[in-house]
């Protein structure tokens, strides 16, 4: 696909992307290393959702939160292994809102706001996947 006055928003819109997904492994990162200090000052309830969290809900949010940057790299790179690192990026992320939402109940832990994000991030997550088919056909891909 040739750099036309119709494609210039591919660009800014991956890097707005990496971005968004660099702040996610700086969230993972600050949640990885929460000091048990920092832990003991929560509410007992959210202590014992921190304190128990399951591997494999930790390995979700590392999944999608570096195959989301990952991706979005690859689409810059115009490579096509972006849209299969975005789907698995995408399915992280719906194991990590299942134990959020089914198992640990986050709105109750932590409030309505507790809704939000997880909203935002799984919609920016559908539309990446969406945006990788898309630019597929568009034989965007080296």
């Not at 790299?73 to 399915?91: D, E, G």
């Not at 089914?102 to 507790?114: E, R, T, V």
């Not at 539309?127 to 568009?138: E, I, M, R, W």
Request: hydrophobic share 60%; proline share 4%.
């Amino acid at each position: 696909m040739s750099e036309n006055t119709s494609n210039r928003w591919i660009k800014p819109v991956l890097i707005t992307a990496l971005l968004w997904n660099i702040l996610g492994i700086l969230a993972f990162v600050m949640q990885l290393f929460l000091s048990p200090e920092m832990i003991s000052k929560l509410p007992e309830e959210q202590q014992l959702a921190y304190n128990s969290q399951p591997l494999w809900a930790t390995l979700a949010f590392a999944i999608a939160v570096f195959g989301g940057a990952l991706g979005c790299v690859l689409l810059l790179f115009k490579k096509s292994l972006a849209r299969l690192t975005l789907i698995i990026s995408l399915a992280a992320i719906l194991a990590q809102q299942y134990y959020n939402f089914m198992i640990i109940n986050s709105i109750n832990l932590f409030g309505i706001s507790a809704i939000l994000m997880p909203i935002a991030v799984t919609i920016i997550a559908i539309a990446l996947v969406y945006l990788s088919f898309h630019l597929k056909q568009q034989d965007y891909f080296k």
